[in-house]
């Protein structure tokens, strides 16, 4: 066959096959055309699944009569003109193929009108002939496009179609994801004559929580993050069964490899968890490519890595920094079988100690146990009184001749017998002569450690409080002067009070591993200490400079400093404590010099003689 020049309806069917998929496809052509007509209202109505009819009609500023025939030409374009204007598209359509497309493949009518007409018109163009027809209608200013017959001149195009209910899911699919792109636009979507969804015009964060639900945006942190000209922002979470996930770019919603890459790696800890997020990235036009795909579903970026690495470090600060985690209480596992269920499992009433509606029910032997338990968890035990009180409560004589095999060997269990009899305890310990902190028994509150230790064979009994345990090893750690570069420098507004304070700060916080300075009203804030890189210092700074700045009568040292932002960084991680992760703890802490440690905050003694006593009297 001789080389010759395809025929222009032929061209346009070849060109369909890139640009129309299915109803779908033609809908997000059409909806990106009336957006980029300045509409602020779109209706969508569908008749079996968009195959059927596809009708959109919006309120933008219409075509005029002289142009609508050329509107179907294939690259008949309004929205570039030079070579220059594809550095910079600001348009979400630019290419001029759409309707030359839809129209080589379905019957379209195309009725339009502008403000300054006084009436409308109307163009027909029918599969290959590609003949266009104008005519006067009656129109509002806008425009409205319609498509019948999807495919009924390429049978074998439409024999790939799917079902009715799986077109129209993709078609709203669409719809949710340009709904949220554009919260300032109403968009109305019929099918089959029922209205399925109305999104009304309203704020970006309404808008967000209509589409992805409260649910999401109860457990998301809502991310906001600027440096030079790129701009993220949007709401981020990882949870173990939703899967939304909604990128843009410049308003246009993107697919793109290298954006996936970095998300991947910003949840890469998060492995048994779903990505979850709705983020807005925007960019000068002139540092991003959308001309790389028929579909526009991926884009190329000019600085590709810096891109890469700040939307990395956005998601992953926001991730690590305030993620809300649900409330969930630890199910503390008795040590011992003869004690039976925990008590301190369950919540306790903050009226009385504990009632019986919520005393799970149990073996009455165990009254007794559960009594001891409680002493050992209470720092201050609860009166002998209120322990009668409850075994009163569970029909229980108090005799002490009463106690049965079970509750002997509970008390056995946790004070055994020895050559020589226990010593009382000092109330308050010497904390320069505890140098091993023991072995850990149980955890008996959700955050209180049981140790226990030996000391001239006679044994000692202690209560950790863990959270303030690990705050004191962070604080410690953070003066060791580890520090770590940004791999985008956080750039922030700050006044003049605030300019002084920093400067006047900036010996202790270049000790902790800070590295930042200031030029213009303007902090850039470069290094950060190590263990701390993955705060999110977008709100942590802020919090810290606030902090240093309320202290004006006194001045702060390093140790300080570290005590605030460990307080911060282990705020914001909510840890299930267990045996396991209790002996790193432990190793830690034995490893840090002692006069730092301040034992008396966390660690507590028990009296065991008085306590034993107590019980036994």
Same mark, same amino acid.
């Given at each position: 066959?001789?080389?010759?020049?395809?025929?222009?309806?032929?061209?346009?069917?070849? =060109?369909?096959?890139?640009?129309?998929?299915?109803?779908?496809?033609?809908?997000?052509?059409?909806?990106?055309?009336?957006?980029?007509?300045?509409?602020?209202?779109?209706?969508?109505?569908?008749?079996?699944?968009?195959?059927?009819?596809?009708?959109?009609?919006?309120?933008?500023?219409?075509?005029?009569?002289?142009?609508?025939?050329?509107?179907?030409?294939?690259?008949? +374009?309004?929205?570039?003109?030079?070579?220059?204007?594809?550095?910079?598209?600001?348009?979400?359509?630019?290419?001029?193929?759409?309707?030359?497309?839809?129209?080589?493949?379905?019957?379209?009518?195309?009725?339009?009108? +502008?403000?300054?007409?006084?009436?409308?018109?109307?163009?027909?163009?029918?599969?290959?002939?590609?003949?266009?027809?104008?005519?006067?209608?009656?129109?509002?200013?806008?425009? /409205?496009?319609?498509? !019948?017959?999807?495919? @009924?001149?390429?049978?074998?195009?439409?024999?790939?179609?799917?079902?009715?209910?799986?077109?129209?899911?993709?078609?709203?699919?669409?719809?949710?994801?340009?709904?949220?792109?554009?919260?300032?636009?109403?968009?109305?979507?019929?099918?089959?004559?029922?209205?399925?969804?109305?999104?009304?015009?309203?704020? *970006?964060?309404?808008?967000?929580?209509?589409?992805?639900?409260?649910?999401?945006?109860?457990?998301?942190?809502?991310?906001?993050?600027?440096?030079?000209?790129?701009?993220?922002?949007?709401?981020?979470?990882?949870?173990?069964?939703?899967?939304?996930?909604?990128?843009?770019?410049?308003?246009?919603?993107?697919?793109?490899?290298?954006?996936?890459?970095? !998300?991947?790696?910003?949840?890469?800890?998060?492995?048994?968890?779903?990505?979850? @997020?709705?983020?807005?990235?925007?960019?000068?036009?002139?540092?991003?490519?959308?001309?790389?795909?028929?579909?526009?579903?991926?884009?190329?970026?000019?600085?590709?890595?810096?891109?890469?690495?700040?939307?990395?470090?956005?998601?992953?600060?926001?991730?690590?920094?305030?993620?809300?985690?649900?409330?969930?209480?630890? /199910?503390? $596992?008795?040590?011992?079988?003869?004690?039976?269920?925990?008590?301190?499992?369950?919540?306790?009433?903050?009226?009385?100690?504990?009632?019986?509606?919520?005393?799970?029910?149990?073996?009455?032997?165990?009254?007794?146990?559960?009594?001891? @338990?409680?002493?050992?968890?209470?720092?201050?035990?609860?009166?002998?009184?209120?322990?009668?009180?409850?075994?009163?409560?569970?029909?229980?004589?108090?005799?002490?001749?009463?106690? /049965?095999?079970?509750?002997?060997?509970?008390?056995?269990?946790?004070?055994?017998?020895?050559?020589?009899?226990?010593?009382?305890?000092?109330?308050?310990?010497?904390?320069?002569?505890?140098?091993?902190?023991?072995?850990?028994?149980?955890?008996?509150?959700?955050?209180?450690?049981?140790?226990?230790?030996?000391?001239?064979?006679?044994?000692?009994?202690?209560?950790?409080?863990?959270?303030?345990?690990?705050?004191?090893?962070? =604080?410690?750690?953070?003066?060791s002067q580890d520090s770590e570069k940004l791999l985008i420098p956080l750039t922030i507004l700050i006044n003049h009070q605030e300019q002084q304070v920093l400067s006047s700060y900036q010996p202790q916080l270049n000790?902790?591993?800070?590295?930042?300075?200031?030029?213009?009203?303007?902090? @850039?804030?470069?290094?950060?200490?190590?263990?701390?890189? +993955?705060?999110?210092?977008?709100?942590?700074?802020?919090?810290?400079?606030?902090?240093?700045?309320?202290?004006?009568?006194?001045? *702060?040292?390093? +140790?300080?400093?570290?005590?605030?932002?460990?307080?911060?960084?282990?705020?914001?991680? $909510?840890?299930?404590?267990?045996?396991?992760?209790?002996?790193? !703890? !432990?190793?830690?802490?034995?490893?840090?010099?002692?006069?730092?440690?301040?034992?008396?905050?966390? *660690?507590?003694?028990?009296?065991?003689?008085?306590?034993?006593?107590?019980?036994?009297?």
């Amino acid at each position: 066959m001789a080389i010759h020049i395809l025929s222009p309806q032929l061209a346009n069917q070849i =060109a369909a096959g890139e640009v129309v998929e299915r109803p779908a496809s033609v809908i997000k052509e059409l909806v990106e055309n009336s957006l980029d007509a300045g509409s602020n209202q779109i209706d969508i109505d569908l008749e079996q699944g968009g195959c059927k009819l596809i009708r959109i009609r919006d309120n933008g500023c219409g075509i005029a009569k002289a142009e609508l025939a050329l509107a179907l030409a294939r690259h008949a +374009t309004s929205k570039i003109s030079t070579l220059d204007d594809l550095d910079s598209i600001v348009s979400l359509g630019f290419r001029g193929e759409a309707l030359a497309s839809i129209s080589s493949v379905a019957r379209l009518t195309l009725t339009s009108r +502008t403000a300054e007409q006084s009436e409308a018109w109307q163009v027909y163009a029918e599969g290959r002939d590609m003949k266009p027809m104008i005519k006067p209608a009656a129109h509002p200013v806008g425009s /409205t496009v319609e498509v !019948l017959d999807l495919f @009924y001149n390429t049978p074998a195009r439409r024999r790939f179609l799917k079902t009715e209910k799986t077109e129209f899911m993709h078609i709203e699919e669409f719809v949710r994801r340009i709904a949220l792109a554009r919260p300032d636009v109403t968009f109305n979507l019929q099918h089959n004559g029922k209205l399925v969804k109305q999104y009304r015009s309203s704020t *970006l964060e309404k808008r967000v929580e209509l589409v992805c639900g409260r649910a999401f945006m109860q457990k998301a942190v809502k991310l906001d993050w600027q440096h030079d000209d790129l701009l993220i922002q949007g709401w981020v979470t990882s949870s173990e069964s939703s899967d939304l996930q909604y990128f843009y770019v410049n308003g246009r919603v993107i697919k793109d490899k290298l954006l996936n890459h970095a !998300l991947r790696q910003a949840y890469i800890s998060r492995t048994n968890e779903q990505q979850s @997020y709705v983020v807005f990235l925007h960019i000068d036009p002139k540092q991003v490519d959308v001309n790389v795909h028929p579909a526009k579903h991926e884009v190329r970026f000019h600085e590709a890595r810096l891109v890469h690495d700040f939307v990395y470090q956005a998601i992953v600060m926001a991730l690590e920094s305030n993620l809300p985690v649900t409330e969930e209480i630890a /199910t503390i $596992t008795p040590n011992r079988q003869a004690a039976g269920e925990n008590i301190f499992n369950q919540k306790i009433s903050t009226k009385s100690y504990q009632t019986n509606s919520q005393l799970s029910k149990k073996n009455s032997n165990y009254a007794k146990e559960n009594a001891l @338990y409680g002493q050992l968890v209470n720092v201050v035990p609860p009166s002998q009184e209120i322990i009668q009180s409850e075994l009163k409560k569970s029909g229980l004589s108090v005799e002490k001749n009463e106690i /049965t095999e079970p509750q002997k060997a509970v008390i056995e269990a946790l004070f055994p017998k020895r050559n020589i009899p226990l010593q009382t305890l000092q109330k308050q310990l010497d904390s320069s002569s505890i140098v091993q902190f023991g072995r850990v028994l149980t955890i008996i509150q959700p955050d209180i450690a049981l140790l226990e230790k030996y000391e001239d064979t006679q044994q000692k009994l202690m209560l950790m409080k863990l959270p303030i345990a690990k705050q004191k090893v962070t =604080a410690i750690k953070l003066l060791s002067q580890d520090s770590e570069k940004l791999l985008i420098p956080l750039t922030i507004l700050i006044n003049h009070q605030e300019q002084q304070v920093l400067s006047s700060y900036q010996p202790q916080l270049n000790f902790l591993g800070f590295d930042f300075y200031i030029d213009k009203a303007k902090l @850039y804030l470069q290094n950060v200490p190590k263990m701390l890189r +993955t705060m999110n210092w977008q709100q942590l700074l802020p919090a810290l400079i606030a902090f240093i700045s309320d202290s004006k009568n006194e001045v *702060l040292d390093p +140790t300080q400093i570290a005590a605030w932002l460990a307080n911060q960084y282990d705020d914001n991680r $909510t840890m299930i404590w267990s045996v396991a992760k209790v002996i790193p !703890l !432990l190793a830690q802490l034995e490893e840090v010099d002692i006069n730092l440690l301040q034992q008396e905050s966390f *660690l507590y003694p028990i009296d065991i003689q008085s306590l034993t006593q107590s019980i036994l009297s």
